[in-house]
């Protein structure tokens, strides 16, 4: 009977065990899909922020060339060229 009651016990134990474990995992699962997802958001945010940075650059380098036109045509009107 004590052999038969150990075993039992035995079997409870690890199915106790058993769950502990598939929660803990859920629980790693879970905490894994967060990080990634907060990663990606970053990733997009360092993408957007690039493009902002070239958008800006390019805009100034357009901006340069108008300028530059402008000042092209001011001294030609002006005689200086």
């Known amino acids: ?12 134990e690890t199915n ?8 803990a995992l859920a629980r790693m699962e879970a905490q894994d899909e967060e990080f990634e997802s907060r990663l990606r958001a ?8 690039a493009g902002e940075e070239r958008r800006v650059s390019t805009i100034g ?15 030609r009107v002006l005689g200086g060229g």
Not at 16 to 23: A, E, F, P
Not at 43 to 49: F, P, V
């Open 1 to 12: 009977m004590t052999e038969e009651k150990t075993t039992r016990e035995l079997v409870y």
């Open 42 to 49: 970053l990733e997009g945010w360092r993408a957007e922020k």
């Open 16 to 23: 106790r065990d058993v769950k502990w474990i598939c929660r």
């Open 61 to 75: 380098a357009g901006a340069g060339g108008v300028v530059g036109g402008v000042v092209a045509v001011i001294v």
